[in-house]
């Protein structure tokens, strides 16, 4: 299983030398409107093909889920891809953006690697084998006080099920009561930074798959927490996260209690 974290790294830096390579002409990037605040341009496509033609070339006979080409495929492993997680930042010129690259088997998150090509950073990590950021071993941060804890966040930027007053009731909250908060806007980077220590704690509604899927493996692999908003197990499909350190984790589920019940008694 090695060598899938190999093929994992390999691609996500071969995705992201493509992304870095279309710096130079932002002005001239096709980009195309996939929703309210969702954007695509062709260095988005680009470099997904360049990640799924590295992960072909070695195993042509596994499943992918890309952000912009859906699923392709049936098998029992599955590459889960964002090959530009922080698009708008990206299209801005603001140099917070990363490729994700996530494995499952049989549903299992089994590899992770998140490649930031600006700082030329890469976060890894293989289930049971901790987390490493450029070879190196990481853990979360030993923080156990909300009130000494930075947290990342990323807000609510299309039209979503989950209600936005709940959530800006939440973002008072940690603001009162914790010692700042961050919104880089790339979650994929905001979940390694947790599982690094530069972060205690996150939470953001309204992400996908390929958004969490590496970063969360990372995370657990660092020894912090994960899960949905409610606490379950099902925070891939449902896009509703909140990470941390042990006791970030707790503390901030406890925080923001009232309005994480408020938040699923409106969609339900």
Not at 1 to 23: K, S
Not at 205 to 227: K, V
Request: net charge neutral; proline share 3%; glycine share 10%.
């Amino acid at each position: 299983m090695e060598a899938m974290l190999n093929v994992a790294v390999m691609a996500a830096r071969r995705g992201g030398d493509t992304l870095f390579r279309h710096l130079n002409k932002l002005d001239k990037l096709k980009v195309e409107k996939k929703g309210r605040n969702d954007f695509v341009s062709e260095a988005d496509r680009n470099a997904e093909k360049a990640v799924i033609s590295v992960i072909h070339r070695h195993y042509p006979e596994h499943a992918i889920l890309a952000e912009e080409s859906g699923r392709q495929g049936d098998s029992e492993f599955l590459w889960v891809i964002d090959p530009l997680d922080g698009t708008t930042n990206y299209l801005h010129g603001f140099p917070v953006f990363c490729v994700s690259v996530g494995l499952m088997h049989n549903g299992r998150l089994e590899h992770g690697a998140v490649y930031d090509p600006m700082r030329q950073e890469l976060f890894t990590a293989s289930r049971g084998q901790g987390a490493q950021l450029d070879g190196r071993k990481i853990r979360v941060s030993n923080r156990t006080s909300l009130e000494r804890a930075l947290i990342g966040t990323g807000f609510p930027f299309r039209d979503s099920n989950m209600a936005l007053e709940p959530y800006l009731r939440m973002l008072v909250s940690a603001i009162r009561h914790t010692e700042g908060i961050r919104r880089g806007g790339a979650a994929a980077l905001d979940l390694c930074y947790v599982a690094a220590g530069r972060l205690d704690g996150f939470w953001e509604t309204g992400l996908s798959i390929w958004d969490l899927a590496a970063g969360a493996l990372i995370i657990r692999e660092a020894g912090g927490i994960i899960s949905g908003l409610d606490g379950s197990e099902d925070f891939l499909q449902s896009g509703h996260v909140l990470a941390g350190t042990p006791k970030i984790y707790a503390a901030l589920a406890k925080q923001f209690a009232p309005e994480i019940k408020e938040m699923f008694s409106q969609q339900s």
